[in-house]
């Protein structure tokens, strides 16, 4: 197992942290040196978008990257995309090495579906302590076992479809490789056009009729495309194009 990445991060292991991602934020907050990548084997609080729970099994990955950021602030939430970028490598490659066929699909804004079902979750946010910029990117992957919830939600797990791990590591290390492969070509090339052309190849629900809750509105059109901040732009049916910072998708294919 490759594991080159260690030498651009440090590496932290827990038994059992709140979150990955709160662990990141308090780690930030003390002006650490250096790049981290942060691991655990269970979470008693997981999070994901917009405060909502992520239900963490302990064979499953939670995992948060942080970085001592040099770039542009406003740029930060181009890193979230390059992760699922990332994910989604690291998911085909499997597949590929184990002959097996998956669809999979990045879904706006953050999540990684494996025939429509929802496989991991990406977290990005952004502090600053002492005039110095972090970036924390936080994902959670269902690699054994998907978990198990009384909604409409739909969730898999690699091994539901038939990519077989011993361990929830050996996934990290082939997210890491691909993640920090992707991130030193953002940091040299300094835009998000290779990464956005990259992700909306393999975009959910691109061309078709979504609706969008943004939280203070539900909105339909056509999915054409994200922009260069990472924003859905949806075509409404009068033909006007409109923007969307953030939400979620709560229909594909028709209106609500």
Not at 66 to 94: C, G, M, R, W
């Amino acid at each position: 197992m490759k594991l080159d990445w260690l030498k651009r991060y440090n590496l932290l292991i827990f038994d059992v942290v709140d979150s990955t991602n709160s662990e990141a934020l308090r780690l930030a907050s003390s002006l650490p040196s250096g790049d981290f990548i942060i691991v655990t084997r269970e979470q008693t609080g997981g999070r994901g978008q917009k405060g909502n729970s992520w239900i963490s099994i302990s064979e499953n990955l939670h995992t948060s990257i942080l970085l001592t950021s040099h770039a542009d602030p406003k740029n930060h939430p181009q890193l979230s995309f390059l992760a699922a970028n990332a994910v989604y490598e690291a998911i085909y490659f499997l597949a590929k090495q184990q002959g097996v066929n998956l669809d999979i699909k990045l879904k706006w804004p953050n999540d990684v579906l494996v025939g429509g079902r929802k496989i991991a979750g990406i977290l990005l946010e952004s502090i600053s302590f002492d005039g110095k910029n972090y970036v924390v990117i936080g994902c959670g992957a269902n690699v054994m076992e998907a978990p198990k919830i009384n909604s409409g939600y739909q969730a898999t797990s690699l091994l539901d479809e038939g990519i077989k791990l011993n361990h929830a590591d050996e996934f990290l290390n082939i997210i890491i490789n691909k993640f920090d492969k992707l991130y030193q070509q953002w940091v040299v090339q300094g835009d998000f056009m290779m990464t956005r052309k990259s992700w909306l190849r393999r975009a959910y629900s691109l061309n078709k009729l979504v609706t969008i809750d943004d939280g203070v509105r539900k909105i339909s059109g056509i999915f054409k495309e994200i922009d260069l901040d990472g924003a859905m732009i949806l075509q409404l049916n009068d033909g006007q194009l409109c923007s969307i910072n953030s939400g979620t998708i709560i229909a594909e294919d028709r209106l609500i």
